[in-house]
């Protein structure tokens, strides 16, 4: 009986030490500030994002000079609802991602970190066609897979998909192509439990659209306020 119970005690503690419980995926707002190192990023793009995270759904909302827009995307189904309010007007796209085209070779420096914002990150390169990326990542916060699976669809790739970056938060990455450089970085990280109507509000009151269509309209927008 002891050499039995002295078995299942060293599998108890095999397991136990062996086994650790996965971390949940994280849950809650995360809020980026973003520098275009010129002039021009001040007119045409947004200054900041907040990014609310549930499972496998992710919505960032930001703001442009003509427009407030939120895009809600499912990250596992694979589709997405833009909503956008243009001279006090409600519009809404539906629609499915388009699985990126090329993904450039991540490059990561071993053994170097950098911490940013209080988070100690580990960072890597990425070199594409007419543009490169330096990348600081963190390991704290568990992101779905799913969403950062999505990462060269969703709007202004706040998460990458290869597999060096696979579940994790990008604290901060500066980007370079050739308008000159951006930066884009987290401010503040806030984990809390969301309500469905949080990251999925209500379409009944937006008028539907095309992609194409809400082009027009804000191409029609510009043209009338010049």
């Not at 045409?44 to 609310?52: D, L, M, R």
């Not at 243009?86 to 519009?91: A, L, Q, V």
Request: proline share 4%.
């Amino acid at each position: 009986m002891k050499k039995i119970g002295s078995v299942s005690l060293a599998l108890l503690l095999f397991f136990g030490v062996s086994f650790k419980p996965k971390p949940k995926p994280f849950e809650g707002t995360i809020t980026y500030a973003v520098d275009y190192h010129s002039e021009y990023g001040s007119i045409k793009y947004p200054q900041g994002f907040n990014v609310y995270i549930k499972g496998d759904i992710i919505r960032i909302d930001f703001s442009l000079p003509f427009a407030e827009i939120g895009q809600i995307i499912d990250c596992k189904k694979r589709t997405y609802i833009k909503l956008c309010v243009i001279d006090g007007k409600k519009y809404c796209v539906k629609g499915e991602l388009k699985k990126a085209s090329w993904l450039g070779k991540v490059i990561i420096a071993k053994d170097s970190t950098q911490t940013i914002n209080k988070e100690v990150c580990s960072f890597g390169r990425i070199n594409e066609e007419t543009s490169r990326y330096v990348i600081y990542a963190t390991e704290k916060y568990q992101i779905s897979k799913n969403i950062t699976a999505c990462g060269g669809e969703l709007p202004y790739r706040l998460f990458y998909p290869q597999k060096e970056f696979t579940s994790k938060l990008i604290m901060k990455q500066d980007a370079f192509d050739k308008d000159g450089q951006t930066t884009y970085e987290v401010e503040i990280i806030t984990e809390s439990q969301l309500k469905d109507s949080d990251i999925l509000p209500s379409t009944k009151d937006c008028k539907e659209l095309s992609e194409e269509e809400l082009g027009d309209i804000i191409k029609n927008y510009f043209k009338s306020s010049h």
